[in-house]
């Protein structure tokens, strides 16, 4: 099943961002797609600040990454994104591409849950928050 | 079946590690576990480099990270592996627990397969270096 | 004396830059420095990469950055870049202002010197490189 | 004038830390600094987040950092600073050597000063915290 992705970000590798081996540090793509998730919160019209402020926490709780392909000094990317719910989770999905070639660099599925008042709740601010945006 | 680890690291949270939320970043966790296995390296009596220059290439493919508590301001912790073998890939079983209580922090699986001139290979010269390691 | 810059590149905090005060912390500024530079380069038809090919070895000696007005959550910057000669001294005139108002965020010097076959060199290649931007 | 270091910190470079000339990212530097700051204090009975409870808020506004010899994987050092009070200014040397040849690695002057309800104080309360430490 092809993936309908519902937001879309360019970006570039920044020189610090490369290690040692000259390739982007495995760490830092977890930065690509949490940047990611927050401009596509702002394009959806809200933020997590603007959740924690109403009472809600969006909590990070699993993040699967496979590492397909490496980026190197000063390439550019495009980092896609979708977004599912599945009971009380929301599942980013999130993948990144090689532009212009659009190879495969990582595949992610990111799990976040929501507390209100410290507890899991059904998430159903979120899930009206991004309803136009969430993949059935 | 519980986890027999084969090394351990302790460690503390910096404070530039920890983000707007108060938090330790999810991203920093991944800096974390890959500390943990340079110095799982190192006390194995070899390195990530040593490996290049023997001509294997030990390259990440897959993370599969639970985020179960989180780190705050200056808090300690102790970060314990396990090496599985199966077939070509590595498995790092890498977890993280809080100092003194010994709550589960992280929990991870970390892929890495080696190549040899480019190709996947077979892994032998890795699993020897790690044989006292590896958990059968 | 106004300083006339001679490049400058827009970018964006990005929310893992915040740490725990609920600005972006110190050292991510020495990183936006570096990133405004290294695109100077890249704009100037060069690059470090290229000049350490080219035997030339361009080495960060000294920063002296002044903080003047912390960047929050998701806030626009603009960096901008002079560069002076001084004997076998480049000197980067690096400030940071915000967008739109175009309020000082940081104001920096950032030293560095060519090596050649691992000795200080005057930098004659360096400056022919960028003798369109060296203010005099 | 020699100077007299009130605190020091072992510490060793992670591989991460490492950029892709295969030195310590100079950014890096800055993260090892505000470390030790944050040691000191701790070991000096107190900590940033106390002061801020307080109502005292410490402002960093400057470093001037000069880099002496870059450190490489693995490597080991000692993070040794002294506190110096000017005026309203508190003033930490902070000064980075190699393990075990003490070798300089970097040598900078970290510039703190203290808002009490958003105004420069005189830095009274700072004083009197780290009175043990402040070099005459």
Redesign the interface.
């Known amino acids: 099943m092809e993936t309908k992705y519902s937001f879309e970000l360019p970006m570039q590798v920044?020189?610090?961002e490369?290690?040692?081996q000259?390739i982007v540090?495995?760490?830092?793509y977890?930065?690509y797609l949490?940047?990611t998730r927050?401009e596509f919160c702002?394009a959806a019209g809200t933020?997590?600040?603007a959740m924690q402020e109403a009472g809600i926490d969006p909590?990070?709780?699993?993040?699967?990454?496979?590492?397909l392909h490496p980026l190197g000094?000063?390439e550019e990317m495009v980092s896609r994104l979708a977004l599912r719910r599945s009971g009380a989770r929301f599942v980013f999905v999130q993948d990144i591409f090689t532009v212009p070639d659009g190879k495969p660099v990582v595949r992610a599925k990111v799990t976040v849950v929501c507390l209100e008042n410290g507890r899991i709740s059904r998430g159903d601010v979120l899930a009206e928050a991004f309803k136009d945006y969430i993949e059935e």
């Open positions: 920044r020189d610090y490369v290690d040692s000259g540090n495995n760490a830092v977890l930065h949490e940047h927050h702002r933020s997590f600040r909590v990070l709780r699993h993040v699967d990454i496979e590492y000094l000063g």
